[in-house]
């Protein structure tokens, strides 16, 4: 995963992890423990990160699937 791309749009679309993680639902710490690899990202959290953060299917790659 590419965490720092990752977070980038988190802060480009809500402006803080914390306003991301509200969106979601979960704990902020749920959202950080995943981006630092610490627990899993799920297809299903692929799915709705990628809703939220309107990142089209062509570049689900470049976010999720490369260091």
Same mark, same amino acid.
């Given at each position: 995963?590419n965490s ?17 993680? !509200? ?18 990202l799920t ?12 990142? !089209? ?11």
């Amino acid at each position: 995963m590419n965490s720092n791309k990752l977070k980038g749009r988190i802060v480009e679309v809500f402006g803080t992890q914390g306003a991301f993680a !509200e969106a979601l639902g979960v704990p902020q710490r749920a959202v950080s423990q995943k981006l630092k690899n610490k627990r899993e990202l799920t297809r299903t959290d692929i799915e709705r990160w990628c809703e939220l953060l309107k990142i !089209e299917r062509e570049d689900i790659a470049d976010y999720f699937f490369t260091e």
